[in-house]
């Protein structure tokens, strides 16, 4: 089965303080991609990060870090030192051999001030 | 600048009144798809097109139809729309190299 689980519904935060997105995937395919998208409560969806199957590497764009663990097939997102602006809904996606994007159900972050 | 574009934005209807809903890339993309984004389901594509003249079915295609004569054009038509279309849409494009998929900004749809 191909499947993207965002167990966390909403998540409410404190600004400054840390927050993790955890994102759990299944897919029977050896190639296949990840995303994460971002959106805002204006509505539109944008693209935050993409990253295949054989690169394990972690990645780091300012505040922002994705943790990508083949093992346990997770994809979590880290935002550091949150704001207020951070606050939206975060979709994790997977792309497989399919050639179809699974996006999980999102997770609402709330970054209170 | 790369963008996807829907038209319109904001579309307000009545039942049984035939509506298009355009959707273009300039990206040169050979993939395009529509989603339909509801409280509580998430994302759920349409219809897709691998390229020009090459259209499948997603995961809710029932009351949709889509047609992909140029490949910066993707048009999700609804030939007699009914209340439980109401949703907001997204088209996005994809390219087969780097697979970067992107959106439109998204149009909203009430069907009254």
């Known amino acids: 089965a191909q499947k993207v689980t965002q167990a966390q519904t909403e998540i409410s935060v404190v600004e400054k303080e840390d927050v993790t997105l955890d994102c759990v995937y299944e897919t029977r395919d050896t190639t296949y991609y990840l995303f994460w998208y971002k959106q805002p409560p204006s509505g539109e969806l944008v693209f935050l990060i993409r990253?295949?199957?054989?690169?394990?590497q972690n990645e780091i764009s300012g505040r922002y870090s994705w943790n990508f663990q083949k093992s346990t097939s997770s994809f979590n997102f880290t935002i550091t030192a949150s704001q207020v602006v951070d606050s939206a809904v975060y979709f994790c996606?997977?792309?497989?051999?399919?050639?179809?994007?699974?996006f999980g159900k999102g997770t609402r972050l709330h970054i209170l001030p | 600048e790369a963008q996807v574009t829907q038209n319109p934005r904001y579309l307000i209807t009545v039942t049984g009144k035939k509506l298009t809903v355009t959707c273009s890339q300039n990206m040169n993309h050979e993939y395009m798809s529509w989603y339909r984004q509801d409280p509580g389901l998430g994302l759920r594509q349409i219809y897709y097109?691998?390229?020009?003249?090459?259209?499948d079915k997603g995961d809710v295609p029932e009351g949709y139809k889509v047609s992909r004569k140029e490949k910066r054009n993707f048009p999700l038509i609804l030939e007699s729309p009914s209340p439980n279309q109401t949703s907001l849409y997204f088209c996005a494009s994809r390219g087969l190299v780097y697979n970067e998929q992107f959106f439109g900004p998204g149009t909203r749809l009430t069907v009254l």
């Open positions: 996606a997977l792309l497989n051999r399919d050639d179809k994007i699974i």
């Open positions: 990253r295949n199957s054989f690169d394990e």
């Open positions: 097109s691998m390229n020009v003249e090459v259209t």
